[in-house]
């Protein structure tokens, strides 16, 4: 089992910036990659910012050289930094933790449909105009 959870969501007005973590730790399994994905009611979980096991990121268009995705392996923590935020980054976040290799890039696009993925309970962001 992974344990995954995310902290650093909020309200935030148009161009400011938010910090958000993610602790996913296993006893058991080794994390490969890992995540930040949005989900809007009614819409499919969308990918936002993905790093792999050898430190590569992958980007969606919407948030290249707004968002920013790093980790600290000896905290088990992830992070995504958002500057520049707008309206429409209005969302709840969720980070995702991958148990077997898998390219960021890849993981950018197929995640939310793949088996065996380790999700946490979501995050809100909120940005006023």
């Known amino acids: 089992q992974v344990q995954v959870e995310e902290s650093g969501g909020g309200s935030v007005q148009a161009g400011g910036s938010l910090r958000l973590s993610c602790v996913a730790s296993?006893?058991?399994?080794?994390?490969?990659?890992l995540g930040w994905f949005r989900q809007d009611p009614g819409k499919e979980r969308e990918g936002i910012a993905t790093?792999?096991?050898?430190?590569?990121?992958g980007y969606a268009d919407s948030v290249k050289g707004r968002f920013t995705i790093s980790k600290d392996n000896a905290k088990n923590t992830m992070y995504l930094q958002m500057n520049s935020l707008k309206p429409e980054d209005t969302s709840l976040y969720y980070c995702?933790?991958?148990?077997?290799?898998?390219?960021?890039?890849?993981?950018?696009?197929?995640?939310?449909?793949?088996?065996?993925?380790?999700w946490g309970q979501g995050t809100q962001v909120s940005v006023s105009s």
């Open positions: 995702a933790a991958v148990p077997f290799n898998i390219s960021a890039v890849r993981a950018l696009g197929v995640l939310p449909r793949l088996p065996g993925i380790y």
């Open positions: 296993s006893s058991r399994l080794t994390i490969y990659s």
């Open positions: 790093i792999d096991s050898i430190g590569a990121t």
